[in-house]
C-alpha cells in the first residue's frame, strides 16, 4: 500500500511542477550581463556560438530607422572558425552617415541576434567614419576584447551597404582557430 501512495505522491508533484512552469510562476533568466574589465577569447567564443546555437548560422532581421525599413543579415561561423559577419543593407541613399550609423546601433542595440559584447561598438562606429573617408576596408582591434574588426561602408548609387566582419585573435592579434 505505501508503495501505491509514493507513486500519487510523485505524480501530483509532477503535476504541480507542470502547473508551474506553464502558468510562468518560476524566475525567468535574468537578462544578459556585460563582463566586467576585458573580454577573454573563451568568453567571445561562448557568444557567438550561443547565438548560432539560437538563431542558426546564418539570420536575417529587419529593423527601421527615421521610417526607413533595412535589413540586418548575420553570419556565425563555426566553433572552429570564430568569426562572425554583419552585413546592413537597404539604407536609403538619403541617408547621411549619421543615419547609417544610427541605424547601425539599432542593430547593435537587439541583444538576441548579436553575437558581440558592447566593447566592440565603439570600435565599429570610428572604422565606419574611416572607412567612408578612406573609400577602403577600415580594421582594428577593439580595446578590451579579443575582437578584431573589418569595416566596408559604401554608398552605392540607390542605397547603403555596411558590412562588419569580425574575427576572434589571441593577445598578438593571430586569428583563433582555423
Same mark, same amino acid.
Given at each position: 500500500?505505501?508503495?501505491?501512495?509514493?507513486?500519487?505522491?510523485?505524480?501530483?508533484?509532477?503535476? #504541480?511542477?507542470?502547473?508551474? #512552469?506553464?502558468?510562468?510562476?518560476?524566475?525567468? @533568466?535574468?537578462?544578459? =550581463?556585460?563582463?566586467?574589465?576585458?573580454?577573454?577569447?573563451?568568453?567571445?567564443?561562448?557568444?557567438?556560438?550561443?547565438?548560432?546555437?539560437?538563431?542558426?548560422?546564418?539570420?536575417?532581421? =529587419?529593423?527601421?530607422?527615421?521610417?526607413?525599413?533595412?535589413?540586418?543579415?548575420?553570419?556565425?561561423?563555426?566553433?572552429? &572558425?570564430?568569426?562572425?559577419?554583419?552585413?546592413? &543593407?537597404?539604407?536609403?541613399?538619403?541617408?547621411?552617415?549619421?543615419?547609417?550609423?544610427?541605424?547601425?546601433?539599432?542593430?547593435? !542595440?537587439?541583444?538576441? @541576434?548579436?553575437?558581440?559584447?558592447?566593447?566592440?561598438? @565603439?570600435?565599429?562606429?570610428?572604422?565606419?567614419?574611416?572607412?567612408?573617408?578612406?573609400?577602403?576596408?577600415?580594421?582594428?582591434?577593439?580595446?578590451?576584447? @579579443?575582437?578584431? #574588426?573589418?569595416?566596408?561602408?559604401?554608398?552605392?548609387?540607390?542605397?547603403?551597404?555596411?558590412? #562588419? !566582419?569580425?574575427?576572434?585573435?589571441?593577445?598578438?592579434?593571430?586569428?583563433?582557430?582555423?
Amino acid at each position: 500500500m505505501r508503495k501505491n501512495s509514493d507513486g500519487r505522491c510523485l505524480r501530483l508533484l509532477s503535476l #504541480v511542477v507542470l502547473c508551474i #512552469v506553464a502558468v510562468g510562476c518560476l524566475p525567468a @533568466p535574468g537578462p544578459e =550581463t556585460e563582463p566586467t574589465g576585458p573580454i577573454t577569447v573563451p568568453q567571445a567564443s561562448i557568444r557567438i556560438q550561443e547565438k548560432r546555437s539560437d538563431n542558426g548560422k546564418s539570420y536575417r532581421t =529587419t529593423h527601421q530607422w527615421n521610417g526607413k525599413k533595412f535589413d540586418a543579415h548575420w553570419e556565425l561561423g563555426s566553433a572552429l &572558425k570564430r568569426t562572425s559577419k554583419l552585413q546592413l &543593407k537597404r539604407m536609403p541613399m538619403e541617408w547621411e552617415i549619421e543615419d547609417v550609423k544610427a541605424a547601425a546601433q539599432v542593430v547593435l !542595440d537587439q541583444r538576441g @541576434p548579436n553575437p558581440w559584447y558592447r566593447a566592440i561598438e @565603439p570600435t565599429i562606429f570610428s572604422l565606419m567614419d574611416k572607412a567612408l573617408t578612406e573609400k577602403s576596408q577600415a580594421v582594428d582591434i577593439a580595446p578590451q576584447s @579579443p575582437y578584431k #574588426v573589418a569595416v566596408k561602408v559604401n554608398k552605392h548609387t540607390a542605397e547603403w551597404f555596411v558590412e #562588419v !566582419d569580425v574575427r576572434i585573435v589571441d593577445e598578438s592579434g593571430d586569428n583563433v582557430g582555423l
